[in-house]
């Protein structure tokens, strides 16, 4: 992507090839990705840089990938004459990179990270389609902004929450694991003093006594 933003003049043509290429690049590797597991991180100071993959996560992956590449078939004609196409096929790229960071990040600051990099490129991209698309563009971008502020509060108020900003322990994955589970056993010794102790009636046809009390 930002090779492509570089090029002038005939170089222009090979922008745009550069962009189909990397966009079927980029299909191809998410479908070798999919349903498979993988995670990474990097420490820096109090914040993690942190990357998953996972079942759900490589799906959203497959689509955006199948959709970055239906976008960039579109465009090799739709912005054929455009004077700025180098610029919108280069933007294209790395709004692609941005996407796939977004879905990977298993942090919350990196996943805000990439999402509002994505905001920068979207504009940059509407803007270039004409001469009259950068009022559209600013539309976009303060509407995006302002939803974008609404999820940094959702983030805030998260990590104020529960104490972290990983977003795996937020998640429960049913094929490693169930969910939090809390067992506790009361019998008679264990009951304090003074508590109320309640005597739970048996089943039919169990002898009285045979259920423990509880609290």
Partial sequence: GLVGLGMR???????????????LANLCLAI?????????????????FSLRLYHFSSFILLAAAGFSAAVALYSWHFMANRPLKNIFHGLML???????????????????FFWEGLLIT??????????????????AFIIAGVTDLCMMFGIAMTGWKAGTLTISVHLTDPASHQG???QAQVTKDTVPPGAPVVEPLPAPGEPAGSIEPRV
């Fill in 94 to 112: 790395i709004s692609m990179s941005m996407v796939n960071g977004a879905v990977l990040a298993n942090h919350l600051i990196t996943m805000l």
């Fill in 180 to 182: 939090p589970t809390v």
């Fill in 9 to 23: 003049g005939w170089l222009r043509r090979i922008g745009v090839r550069l962009s189909l290429v990397g966009t």
């Fill in 122 to 139: 979207l504009f940059g991209m509407i803007a270039v389609g004409s001469k009259q698309a950068f009022k559209t563009a600013t539309k």
């Fill in 32 to 48: 070798s990705a999919f349903g498979k597991t993988f995670e990474w991180s990097a420490p820096w100071g109090t914040f993690v």
